[in-house]
């Protein structure tokens, strides 16, 4: 049974940094493409950012633009993501999902309906 196990959400203030990983583990799958999504008390599940790996791009959310990055090779190891999250701020407390996609993949997609895989998510909070 594959999955996604997200790791390095905590507490942190204003202005603070965090590293979210994800790692897939259980049967060797095959991932066309990864995302974050977060998820705010109350409020809906939204797209943070993603990367599509076999066309090496990226694509991030505007207000996270600038201060969210999927670092490293965007062609290189499929079974993990990460997200740098700099300069937080108190918006961007919620519960951060990982979401894998293992079917064909020809664009970058911020719908959760596109990944077929979920972490169980982690807390990031951020104070002032």
Do not use: H
């Not at 095959?30 to 090496?56: D, H, L, P, Y």
């Not at 961007?92 to 064909?104: K, P």
């Not at 970058?108 to 990031?124: E, M, S």
């Amino acid at each position: 049974q594959a999955q996604l196990v997200e790791s390095g959400g905590g507490s942190v203030q204003v202005g603070g940094s965090l590293r979210l990983s994800c790692t897939a583990s259980g049967r060797a799958f095959s991932n066309t493409a990864m995302a974050w999504f977060r998820q705010a008390s109350g409020k809906e599940r939204e797209f943070v950012a993603a990367v599509t790996w076999v066309i090496s791009r990226t694509f991030y959310e505007d207000s996270v633009k600038g201060r969210f990055t999927i670092p490293g090779d965007t062609a290189g190891n499929t079974n993990t993501l990460y997200l740098q999250m700099n300069s937080l701020k108190p918006d961007d407390t919620a519960l951060y999902y990982c979401a894998a996609r293992t079917v064909y993949a020809n664009a970058v997609f911020t719908t959760p309906l596109a990944y077929n895989f979920w972490g169980q998510g982690t807390q990031v909070t951020v104070s002032s």
